[in-house]
């Protein structure tokens, strides 16, 4: 899931996790864990989502820095993981900042072809419907997250 973004603005977690790995690709002392994917994160999930293992695990790509976390580190809910950036996207010449957003059923790095799922798939069960998204260079771009009132990830009540 591609989801383009100003350069800069903040990657916070959707959902608790373990941090399993931190790729760089910025300044000293580069950790190249997911060659092509930038500066980037990935967090392990354990609890039970419909229609997917537990654990389970995702990734936030392309950072514009090193991300704010380190391995072995559990983040909550809304914990900052880095910045929106477009470090190492060679692959996608001209396409701007974004948070290139990956669900996996086994750990990274892993078959993208058999272990990624579509990140939809856990939004929806979180309450956040993905809409308007354009296909795109054979991904799905663009779009808007919606949460859906009353569903586990609505904070209009304060939660």
Known sequence: MDVPR????????????????????????????????GNAVVLEHRFAIPGLPNPFWTSYNHMRDVPSVRVGQHVGTGSLLGFVGNTTNGQF???GPHLHNELRVRPFPGSYDRDTRDPSILYR???VDWVGARREVERFVGG??????GGPSDCSAGQ
Request: proline fraction near 9%; glycine fraction near 18%; charged fraction near 20%.
């Open 125 to 127: 069960a979180l309450g």
């Open 144 to 149: 808007q997250m919606l949460v859906r009132r």
């Open 93 to 95: 010449a001209g396409m």
């Open 6 to 37: 100003p350069a800069a603005r903040r990657i916070l977690a959707p959902l608790p996790g373990d941090v399993v790995l931190v790729s760089t690709d910025t300044g000293p002392g580069r950790v190249r864990g997911m060659g092509g994917y």
